[in-house]
Every structure is written in structure tokens, then in C-alpha cells.
């Protein structure tokens, strides 16, 4: 919800901002001379900050050289060598990047007789002229910054006055340039003329300014509390309210994805803002900010619980590496670097994975039931000693009989503890045993008493037989392998046909010479984590959430367990054969069955001619998401019937690249060579999604890899054979028609899909 007053100068790329006349009847705002007064005056203050801001860098540079020569242990010199080449990457980081974006104005009090006016600009991060002195510039994370992305005019939680800035389109090398400035008055009470005040600029035309500034913000609340009645927010439908967010969100995206600081909107805001025990999960209609979200509350919650998280980690999990690469600088540019960011694949690799398997192995492999599988197969090592043991002890042998040593096998599978700590306590228990018998007839034993006994060849060959040493490659090998431990282990688990699927065609001669495929990975994963507690991580965001399977949810649970979860994704978008059918059922598998389920629907990419296209399918899909709105009036969509798919498509790049922004043509998979080679011959220089040739303006992509990415303008060549090209293909189509950040073309020879041709 927001209500503002327009105060905005249409100067030369202000972010696209452009002097906006006011509404008929409401008095002109005599606003031309003093915005330019307001501009030279945060110009100047732009100015200081920059200049501490530089002198921060100098000193953190010097401070890594000084760091260098402490003396002291070599631990802690190591440690605060770290500290200070940390620190001054991150203030070296875009130096040229404008050092606010924002300005909040509290309702004025009066302190000790005096008038006062709290003022704080919002900036990616904190600045200040030394550690010790008054920011000039608060963190976007401090609590104090959470007003600017709450404050509405029928909750202004204190603000009088949110500002606004923007700066001429910011790029590496060349220096900031504040070109305008918006104001909101969300302070009624006061009829919104304490600004000036503050601003120590009043004047004659005072009052005028203040008269139009009151009227303005209770036309905006009027105009809220209908919104408000009508169960509308205050953006209904009609894009957004100001012309600064307008212009971000509408600019044309080039290169890897960028920060969304200065706009989160107050939903994405909540989220962002939610406290390190929450997890939650966000159901996000494409482009609606999930990976955003998900990025920032990252960034959150390293500023906000900064020793937690250096104890306990953060990891981002995406997709695939293309997915990576592209999300990759933007917590850099928030000042966080050094998170990991990887897939789950990458966080199971044990082995270079060798092997691919069938369809049929990886879907099983993937499910759920193979856990279960997995858990038989490792247990089946445990097993009840056919004999009693007799220790020696001195004169003594002492003896359990193997009726108590089933017992104590069976108490310590009941605890449930992984299977290495089973193993010890299993020896402990015996030594407790032992140790009632000797103390019965010999009096008190030693802790060094009971570490010889536990480690005796009697007790040691008991456990070899009772609950042996496990490495999850054995187990693993064993269970794909040999069909009677498959058997065994599958029994009502997997019938005979899948216990065939599963099995290894040509089985290796141990489980050293195995190769293994990239689920296998899970399976060795899952049996890793049963016999020992993998370390976990504070906090885990997950983006693409709904593609995850059974078993790649319980990898990301294992490492959460005792941390908290962001879940992003949106289950129109799923395509894995394995894919979530709810959230309850995946949060239930990421071990967070719990957390809340939290929509998001306003789209901040697509517009909304061809969000309205891509909601055609949704219908077809299957699934139970809430409609996708967007927030764009603007863009282009055509959908063009073709004779000759190739040269269509090089007329359709050649006029994408009379504009400006980044083009992506996106086919079936099968169809990338033969499209690219199209161009090529048209004199057309492309990129790849593994970044090959990623100078070039066009990227042309297989349908499967383009989750999650944007372009300005799409081209998309043939639906049919898209949708045609896996089982959840419809599913597919939806993610490719999602990317177009401006303008999407559709070019088809063949009849397009069902629900399409309507
Ligand atoms: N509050 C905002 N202000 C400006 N831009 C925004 C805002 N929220 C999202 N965006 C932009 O909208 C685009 C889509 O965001 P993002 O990729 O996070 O969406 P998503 O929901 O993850 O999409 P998908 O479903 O395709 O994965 C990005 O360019 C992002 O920067």
C-alpha cells in the first residue's frame, strides 16, 4: 500500500522518472526551483558519504597490511588477518554504487525543550565517517530501515516523510548521479509540512507547499481506506505507485541478477525480515520475487544474528549451475560475500559421479521408499551374537550370555541413535554389564578398568559380529549389487520389477571399484547421515524448491535439523518427474512439516499481456496455486504462425536487437544446435546457458535450464515440441513463457498447445 506525493524531477535518465503534472484541481506545486534546491542539498550529502566512505577503504586496506604484522599466536593473527581482508573486499566492493537509496523523515518530538526530527538515509550498508561515529547512512537491515519498507499511509509507525532517490542507471566505472527524488507524506496528523523544516529549507512559499502536501496525503488515505474496503491493496492491478519502483522494476535487465533493496515491497519485506528460528515456505507465482526474497532475508539474517550464523553457516541451494551463476553477485553486492551457494548435488558429492542410470533407477532412487530400503539394508549388519563372550580379567572371566547381548543389541537399536554412536553405546552396555558382575564379587571399578574391558578382543569381536563398522559406499554397493540383500532389504518396499530397475547390470568387485551416478550420491548421502550426523548448517534457502525429491529433501533435512529453512518455489513451475504435489508433503521431507505456506502473486517480471498467456496453462497443470497478477502495464507479446521456423527466428532476434536489454531464444532441448546454427549463418553471435560466449547480447537455451532466469525479450520457438518433450512438459512451456522481462514472441509452425490456442 502506498500513497505519495509525486516529487519527482524529469531530468535526463532519472531512472526513467519523468516530471508527472498534478491530478486536475489540486494546486501545482511550485516544486521546479526547490527540487533542484532538495537535489543540490542531497548531492551534497551524497558527497560526504562517499568521502567517508572512501576514507573507510583506505583504512581497511591499511589495516590488512598492519593485520599482517601482528604478532601474537598464529591462530588469532590468522583470524583477524581473515577479518580484515573480509572487511575490505566488502567496502571495496562496487565502489561507485550509490551509498543510499532511501531517506526517512520520524514525526518531529520535542526533546529537552528542543524541536526535534529523527533523519536517517537507507543504504545497502552502513556508513560512517569511523566505526565509533553516527552513521550517515543506516544499514537497509538495521531495524530502524524496516519503517521505509513498512510505513503506509494508514500505518506510518512514526514516518512524517519517506524519500525516495533516483539515481542515473548505475554501471561499473562510472560514478553515481542523482538525477531525482519522490517524497511520501504519510504524516496526517501534522498536515506533512515539517519537512521544510528539517530541511532547513522554509520560505515564503511555505505554506502554499505545505497546504498542497496536506491535501495530497489525505486524498492518499481516502483513496487507501477504499482500497482497503474493497480488499484491494493500494497498487490494485494498476502497477506501482511510484514512479522510482516503476521505473527499477520495468528497467532492462543485462547481465547476472541484481540486488532488489531499494523496492522489496512490504510482503516480500515480512518475509525477508523473519527471525532465524522461522522457517517458512514461499508459493511465488514466476517472478514474483522468491529468489529475491530469499537472497535478502539471506543477507538479513547474516547482519542480524551475525554470531549464530559465523558458528553455524548459511547455505543457498539453486538449481543447477547456470541458475547459480546467474544469482551469483547479488549477495556480494549486499556486502555478503563468501556464502556458499550450490546445488544439492553439490552438497552430497562423495564421488566424480560416472555413471548415468536409467529413468526407471533414478525415479525409484529419488523416492521416498528407497530410505526405507536403505535403513533395512544397513541395519541388516546388526545382529544378535549366536554365543555367549567371556572376558578375561586377571584371574577373573567374566561372562554374558548371548540372550543378554540380544537384549542390550535390541535396547540400543530402540534409541534410535545413528549407527556409529549405536555401536558405542552397544559396547558400553556390555561393559556395564561386565562391570555388575565384577563389582558384585570383586568391588569398585575404574573408568581405565572399563576402557581395557571395552576395548578386549572378546568385546571388540562381539561388535565385529553384533553391530560391525559400516561405510555407506559398502552398504550402498551391497544393496545394488546382490540380490538377495536387495531382497532383503526391499521386501514390500519395491516389488520384483524395481527391484530389478535398481540393480547394478554389471556389479563391481567391491564397493571400492564402483562407480557411482549422481543419485547414487543421495543413497550414499542417506546412509552417511544414518550412521553419523552430518554438521549442519544455521540456515538453508532453497530455491526451486518444488523440484526437489524425496531423497534430496532429506539431504537438505539433515542439514538443517537443528537450523531453519527458506523454501522458495512454485509448484506450477514443477518438472521433475518426483516433483512436490503439495508443500505440506515436501516440507514434510525437508523436516519442516510446520512452516507456513506464505503466497506470493504479484509479478515483477512478466507484464501482464503474457502473464495472461502463461496463466492459459495453468488450468491444465494440476495444481492448487493462487493466480498470478502482474504488476506491469507495459511489454509486447506476439504469437506468430511461421512457415520457415529458422528464418522466422532470425527476423524475430535481428528485431530484438534494435532494442535494448538481453534476448534469449529458447527451444526444446533437441532443437539448441540447429537454432543456434541459424543465427550463425544469419551473422548472429550467441551466448550458451554454461556461459560460453557470454559477451554476446543473444543466449540460446534449452527449455530445461532456463528456471528462474529472465531476459528482456524471448523468443520461443515451437510450444509444441517443448511441451511434447518430457511427461511434465506443459509444465515447462509455463516456466519459458515466464521469463520475458518486456517483450515475448512466440513463433510456432505447428498448432500450438491445447490450452494455449484458446
Ligand atoms: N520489490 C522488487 N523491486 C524491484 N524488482 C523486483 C522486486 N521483486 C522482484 N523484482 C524483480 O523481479 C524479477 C523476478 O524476481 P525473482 O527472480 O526473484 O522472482 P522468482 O519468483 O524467483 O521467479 P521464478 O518463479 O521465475 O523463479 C527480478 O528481476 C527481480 O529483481
Redesign the pocket.
Known amino acids: 500500500m502506498t500513497s505519495h506525493v509525486q516529487h519527482t524531477h524529469g531530468t535526463r535518465e532519472a531512472g526513467g522518472l519523468d516530471h508527472k503534472p498534478p491530478p486536475e484541481g489540486e494546486p501545482a506545486p511550485e516544486n521546479a526551483p526547490r527540487l533542484e534546491d532538495e537535489l543540490a542539498l542531497e548531492r551534497a550529502y551524497a558527497a560526504v558519504c562517499r568521502a567517508a566512505m572512501t576514507r573507510r577503504v583506505d583504512d581497511a586496506g591499511d589495516q590488512v597490511v598492519a593485520g599482517e604484522d601482528v604478532s601474537g599466536d598464529g591462530a588469532s593473527a590468522e583470524a583477524l588477518g581473515r577479518y580484515l581482508r573480509t572487511r575490505a573486499r566488502q567496502l571495496a566492493q562496487e565502489p561507485d554504487r550509490p551509498l543510499f537509496f532511501g531517506r526517512l523523515d520520524f514525526e518531529d518530538s520535542e526533546e529537552a525543550g528542543e524541536h526535534r526530527r529523527q533523519r536517517y538515509y537507507v543504504g545497502r550498508r552502513r556508513v560512517a565517517e569511523h566505526p565509533a561515529a553516527p552513521p550517515l547512512v543506516i544499514d537497509w537491515r538495521a531495524p530502524v530501515s524496516r519503517a521505509y519498507y513498512r510505513a503506509s499511509a494508514l500505518e506510518p509507525g512514526g514516518v512524517a516523510v519517506r524519500r525516495r532517490f533516483g539515481w542515473a542507471p548505475w554501471s561499473h566505472g562510472s560514478p553515481e548521479e542523482l538525477t531525482g527524488l519522490e517524497d511520501e507524506y504519510l504524516d496526517h496528523s501534522r498536515g506533512g509540512g515539517g519537512a521544510d523544516a528539517a530541511d532547513g529549507a522554509a520560505s515564503a512559499d511555505g505554506r502554499e507547499r505545505r497546504e498542497y502536501r496536506a491535501h495530497r496525503a489525505r486524498r492518499t488515505r481516502r483513496d487507501e481506506e477504499k482500497d482497503a474496503e474493497a480488499g484491494r491493496d493500494g497498487e490494485g492491478g494498476g502497477g506501482a505507485a511510484s514512479a522510482i519502483?516503476a521505473a527499477?522494476?520495468e528497467r532492462p535487465?543485462l547481465g547476472p541478477?541484481?540486488d532488489?533493496v531499494?523496492?522489496?515491497?512490504p510482503e516480500?519485506d515480512e518475509l525477508v525480515r523473519s527471525g532465524l528460528n522461522t522457517s517458512v515456505c514461499v508459493q511465488?507465482?514466476?517472478?514474483?520475487?522468491?529468489?529475491?526474497?530469499g537472497l535478502h532475508r539471506a543477507a538479513y539474517l547474516l547482519y542480524t544474528f551475525p554470531e549464530r550464523l559465523q558458528r553455524a553457516g548459511l547455505l543457498v541451494i539453486g538449481p543447477n549451475r547456470t541458475f547459480l551463476r546467474y544469482i551469483s553477485e547479488v549477495l556480494p553486492s549486499l556486502g555478503e560475500i563468501d556464502i556458499a551457494q550450490l546445488t544439492v548435488g553439490d552438497v552430497v558429492a562423495r564421488h566424480p559421479v560416472r555413471r548415468v542410470d536409467t529413468e526407471a533407477a533414478a525415479v525409484l532412487k529419488h523416492s521416498h521408499r528407497m530410505a526405507t530400503a536403505l535403513e533395512r539394508a544397513l541395519y541388516a549388519r546388526v545382529g544378535y551374537p549366536a554365543d555367549s563372550i567371556a572376558v578375561p580379567d586377571g584371574s577373573y572371566r567374566w561372562r554374558v550370555g548371548a540372550p543378554d547381548l540380544a537384549r542390550v543389541v535390541d535396547e540400543v537399536r530402540g534409541t534410535g541413535v545413528p549407527y556409529g554412536i549405536g555401536r558405542e553405546h552397544l559396547r558400553s552396555r556390555v561393559v556395564t554389564l561386565i562391570r555388575q558382575q565384577a563389582e558384585r564379587r570383586a568391588g569398585p571399578k575404574s573408568v581405565t578398568w572399563a576402557r581395557r574391558i571395552g576395548r578386549s578382543k572378546p568385546v571388540a569381536a562381539l561388535l565385529e559380529t553384533a553391530w560391525p563398522v559400516a561405510r555407506p559406499e559398502e552398504v550402498v554397493a551391497v544393496l545394488l549389487s546382490d540380490p538377495a540383500a536387495m531382497e532383503a532389504a526391499a521386501d514390500g518396499v519395491f516389488d520384483d520389477a524395481e527391484q530389478r530397475a535398481l540393480r547394478w547390470a554389471a556389479p563391481p568387485r567391491s564397493a571400492k571399484s564402483a562407480t557411482w551416478s549422481a543419485e547414487d550420491m543421495l543413497l550414499l548421502d542417506e546412509v552417511a547421515g544414518l550412521i553419523e550426523r552430518p554438521g549442519g548448517y544455521g540456515h538453508v534457502v532453497v530455491?526451486?524448491a518444488q523440484d526437489l525429491s524425496p531423497m534430496q529433501c532429506r539431504a537438505i533435512a539433515r542439514r538443517s535439523a537443528f537450523g531453519s529453512l527458506t523454501v522458495?518455489g512454485?509448484l506450477a513451475?514443477a518438472t521433475a518427474p518426483w516433483s512436490a504435489g503439495s508443500w505440506r508433503e515436501q516440507l514434510t521431507h525437508l523436516g519442516k512439516a510446520q512452516a507456513p505456506v506464505v503466497p506470493?502473486t504479484t509479478g515483477?517480471?512478466v507484464p501482464a499481456a503474457v502473464m495472461e498467456l502463461a496463466n492459459r496453462l495453468v488450468g491444465a497443470l494440476g495444481v492448487d496455486v493462487p493466480p498470478a497478477r502482474s504488476l506491469r502495464r507495459d511489454g509486447e507479446l506476439a504469437v506468430s504462425a511461421v512457415d520457415d521456423m529458422a528464418s522466422a527466428t532470425v527476423s524475430a532476434v535481428r528485431a530484438a536487437l534494435d532494442r535494448e536489454g538481453s534476448v534469449a531464444v529458447i527451444t526444446a532441448d533437441h532443437a539448441v544446435a540447429a537454432t543456434s546454427a541459424a543465427l550463425r549463418t544469419a551473422g548472429i553471435g550467441t551466448a550458451s546457458a554454461d556461459g560460453v560466449g557470454a559477451a554476446a547480447r543473444v543466449t540460446v537455451l534449452p527449455a530445461t535450464v532456463v528456471?528462474?532466469?529472465?531476459y528482456d525479450h524471448v523468443v520461443v520457438v515451437e510450444p509444441a515440441a517443448i511441451a511434447e518433450s518430457e511427461p511434465r512438459g506443459l509444465h515447462r512451456l509455463y516456466?519459458v513463457l515466464?521469463?520475458a522481462?518486456s517483450r515475448l514472441d512466440v513463433l510456432h509452425t505447428r498448432p500450438l498447445p491445447e490450452p494455449l490456442a484458446v
Open positions: 519502483v527499477e522494476i535487465r541478477m541484481r532488489i531499494a523496492t522489496i515491497q516480500q511465488g507465482a514466476p517472478g514474483s520475487g522468491k529468489t529475491a526474497v530455491d526451486e522458495l512454485d513451475q506470493l515483477f517480471r528456471k528462474g532466469l529472465e516456466v515466464t521469463r522481462v
